[in-house]
């Protein structure tokens, strides 16, 4: 039986997206995700996401890495689905949803999508690096020449490396431009590979700089390999709040395919 899916993409992390407010997709079946998330044999996108009804809000949503497996928060992913959701109608300029990391209200300006994301706290900063979580774990690591980095495997060593283990981290090798300006390369977690932008990693990175004085700045432009993000925020103490992320999201195109 052939089923509707979206394909969007924000700063080049693309997803694949699939309306499931009428429970048509078998949420326990990962190797299917796997599939549609396979450049070769399926869609192709680094994630899948499903929009479901909720009671109280404008929708749900439920995130998969592209391994199949159900993962933390994906913030380009949550930009995404906003603008899907005002795609079909679910809503008009503004939502908050449910996701697996809590709740989050968004804007929509043309085809930028403003997501706040969550509070963020308990910040551990050590010699070489800054962990944190944004709604995932990150490790966040100041380099130079990072373009010269090779990602999967320097990636693939901290991911699974101590103190991570397998549950592991997000790694994001970080070189500042400007005072406000980073470019920023990320190691995903459930994809296992570098993807062309991370969401909850370049947010990280922005709270990072911040919080280990690199930058005194509150809004931190990030440049991934698929484009620009913002990420605004407001310290309090040893507590980032009003934490927003910013950039595009784009429907690639809208298809069919059987499951």
């Given amino acids: 039986m052939k089923h509707t899916f979206y394909k969007y993409q924000g700063t080049g992390n693309d997803f694949v997206i699939i309306d499931n407010r009428e429970g048509i997709f078998d949420k326990e079946d990962t190797k299917l995700v796997a599939n549609l998330c396979d450049r070769r044999f399926g869609i192709g996108a680094d994630g899948l996401i499903l929009l479901e009804n909720h009671e109280d809000l404008d929708f749900k949503m439920v995130y998969y890495n592209s391994d199949g497996n159900e993962s933390t928060m994906c913030g380009n992913g949550g930009r995404c689905l906003v603008a899907f959701a005002k795609e079909i109608g679910v809503i008009d300029n503004e939502a ?38 944004t709604g995932s774990p990150h490790h966040v690591e100041v380099r130079e020449n990072i373009d010269k980095i090779d990602i999967k495997k320097e990636g693939a060593s901290i991911r699974y490396g101590q103190p991570y283990y397998e ?47 690199v930058t005194k700045n509150n809004l931190i432009i990030l440049q991934t390999k698929g484009g620009k993000l ?12 009003d934490v927003w992320l910013i950039g595009p999201a784009i429907l690639v195109y809208k298809g069919e395919i059987a499951w």
Avoid at 187 to 211: H, L
């Fill in 96 to 133: 908050t949803f449910l996701a697996i990391d809590g709740l989050h209200h968004a804007k929509i300006e043309g085809n930028i999508v403003k997501l706040q994301m969550q509070d963020v706290s308990g910040i551990k900063m050590y010699d070489k690096h800054v962990f944190l979580d």
């Fill in 167 to 213: 549950e592991g981290a997000n790694v994001n090798f970080v070189e500042k431009i400007e005072d406000s300006i980073f470019s920023v390369r990320t190691y995903e977690r459930g994809v296992e590979g570098e993807t062309f932008s991370c969401g909850t990693g370049v947010t990280a990175v922005g709270i990072a700089m911040n919080a280990t004085g």
């Fill in 230 to 241: 913002k990420v605004s925020f407001k310290q309090e103490g040893q507590q980032y709040k």
